[in-house]
């Protein structure tokens, strides 16, 4: 059994912010929650035109590769759910489907690492409620920072270990998107990790291989620069 299940909403999630847990020794499973192909859309959703695709299925399957290659890096294969993309839908699919596709794609009693959704990203935001829907039920849950999305006003002072900023909070945003779910993040332990330089390169080879994203990707967040990179931040969650 999996010492643990990385919850990653799309293909890159999991490699963007937990490759410290990548690639430690236990086994660990990567399960891409929104990994369906979306039949019949061609380049007609807003971030394949914007990161310049011309057939959507295509794309998923282009983007299945690059995760393929980036978790074979870290010794991973990834296991593709078929619930679809946010930019191929019009409405989320229920969060109790969600939950009963996760629950039965993760063996019992497997642990999930489940994203924060600390930019609110609807599809974060999805697979974290859905995690937290089987916390409800028993299932143990911890939350991470999901890079690059966390990262839009920087990384607090607690995890990077520089003097605090008097005018800038960066985790007062996390707070606010976690409030709705009951779960304060005051509360919960964080295990903050700085990457070394080793550790940080092989990072970033893994990022690189996700070609057809990174530019977008880079252009939004800078997403390649270490101060974004090098830090990755689990939570647990009280009892």
Not at 53 to 74: K, M, Q, Y
Not at 153 to 178: I, Q
């Amino acid at each position: 059994m999996p010492a643990l299940a990385i919850v990653s909403p799309h293909p890159d999630d999991a490699v963007l912010s937990l490759w410290h847990v990548l690639t430690a020794p236990e086994e660990v499973m990567v399960v891409n929650l929104f990994g369906g192909s979306p039949d019949g859309h061609r380049g007609d959703a807003w971030w394949d035109r914007l990161t310049g695709a011309e057939d959507s299925v295509a794309r998923v399957r282009e983007r299945h590769a690059e995760d393929r290659a980036a978790l074979a890096l870290a010794g991973r294969e990834p296991v593709d759910l078929g619930f679809l993309d946010g930019q191929y839908r019009t409405a989320a699919p229920a969060p109790e489907e969600l939950a009963a596709g996760l629950d039965a794609a993760v063996p019992a009693g497997t642990p999930l690492l489940a994203p924060a959704a600390l930019d609110a990203h609807r599809d974060h935001v999805a697979a974290r409620d859905a995690a937290l829907a089987l916390r409800a039920g028993g299932r143990e849950v911890r939350l991470y920072a999901d890079v690059p999305h966390c990262t839009v006003y920087g990384w607090p002072a607690w995890v990077t270990g520089e003097a605090p900023d008097p005018f800038l909070r960066p985790e007062s945003r996390w707070e606010d998107t976690m409030r709705e779910t009951g779960v304060s993040l005051a509360a919960c332990t964080p295990d903050v990790r700085r990457l070394d330089e080793a550790a940080l390169t092989a990072k970033a080879e893994a990022v690189r291989a996700y070609r057809s994203q990174l530019p977008a990707l880079e252009a939004q967040f800078g997403v390649m620069r270490p101060a974004v990179l090098g830090h990755e931040v689990t939570w647990a969650l009280p009892a």
